[in-house]
């Protein structure tokens, strides 16, 4: 929740509330929303869903700094890389060593064409093999 408090307190600018008001809108005495912002003090998930609604923001804006992205929001790349991993799993490959990050930064150039045809080359097998 790294930046929280410095987020309530650009949303209780921006909408214009003192902390003392935001304080009795929720039902707490006027210093409490104060000691939210200065990191002093967590709120609950109840008061969290309060403060979310008074703001017209997402949960994960207020926690995270950033709203959900949902696999649809995501961009190409990274929605056909979610699926792919999602087709391992369904297959039992829970921890696929092609997808260690590190390797990969060992490969050269030449070393990526040969992964690739070698791909096509066996998905080409297995279509073969369905006919």
Do not use: C
């Not at 790349?77 to 930064?105: C, R």
């Amino acid at each position: 929740m790294e930046d929280f408090g410095k987020r309530l307190e650009n949303l209780r600018d921006k909408f214009g509330y003192s902390k003392r008001s935001l304080s009795q809108k929720l039902g707490f005495s006027p210093n409490v929303y104060g000691a939210y912002e200065r990191g002093e003090r967590r709120p609950s998930f109840e008061t969290m869903v309060k403060i979310a609604d008074i703001f017209n923001v997402s949960l994960d804006y207020l926690i995270r700094g950033e709203d959900f992205q949902s696999n649809e929001q995501l961009p190409y790349n990274e929605k056909a890389f979610t699926q792919v991993i999602d087709h391992f799993t369904k297959k039992g490959i829970n921890e696929p060593y092609i997808l260690d990050v590190d390797k990969w930064s060992m490969l050269t150039t030449d070393d990526l064409v040969e992964l690739s045809n070698h791909f096509e080359w066996v998905v080409h097998k297995a279509k073969m093999r369905d006919k």
